[in-house]
């Protein structure tokens, strides 16, 4: 067996039916947020309650984070297991955001350029997160302001560090896995 070659594993295919799990689930995640978004009783109007809820929640998200890291490295497919930890962070940080907005624009109709229903509430804060700018929506009182530069700041950290540690979690799932990770290839 010394002059044998080593075989090198197979590298393992995703199937259809595994692929099409981890996407209903990741899809089942933004739905049930989104429902429990307009379903919440947000009728408290904004105040200190609404300002210790939205850091209460934005630990949860931290949490959440830290446990999905832990779970990709240890996936069986850890590149399918970060799409779903994106799936359910995500979304979770941008209706902690629009539950604030609504609630601010209920309490301070004058916060925003108009009045936000909870459609309104999160249109601005995907246009905040995606940094597309402002067109109808805009904070217009200190305290609208100052939240929404809050959610910018957080933005960024959500969009370049939490993007490379799970990015890192994959690498890590994979290389516990035996698979060298691949560069994307050239087309051209």
């Known amino acids: 067996m010394a002059g044998r070659p080593r075989l090198l594993p197979e590298p393992r295919r995703w199937s259809v039916r595994l692929l099409a799990g981890h996407l209903l689930r990741a899809a089942?995640?933004?739905?049930?947020l989104t429902a429990l978004y307009y379903l919440a009783p947000l009728d408290s109007g904004f105040g200190v309650l609404t300002v210790?809820?939205?850091v209460c929640g934005l630990a949860l998200f931290g949490g959440l984070i830290a446990w999905q890291i832990a779970a990709i490295t240890h996936a069986e497919h850890p590149r399918l297991r970060a799409i779903e930890a994106l799936a359910t962070a995500v979304p979770l940080f941008l209706v902690l955001f629009s539950a604030s907005y609504f609630l601010l624009s209920q309490e301070l109709p004058r916060s925003f350029a108009e009045p936000l229903n909870r459609t309104d509430a999160l249109y601005f804060t995907v246009t905040v997160f995606a940094t597309v700018g402002f067109g109808d929506i805009a904070p217009v009182s200190q305290t609208a302001r100052a939240l929404t530069t809050v959610q910018m700041a957080i933005d960024l950290i959500v969009v370049g560090v939490i993007a490379k540690v799970l990015f890192g979690a994959v690498r890590i799932g994979v290389g516990r896995r035996g698979e060298v990770p691949r560069a994307p290839q050239d087309e051209s």
């Open 28 to 32: 089942a995640s933004v739905v049930l």
């Open 52 to 54: 210790v809820l939205l």
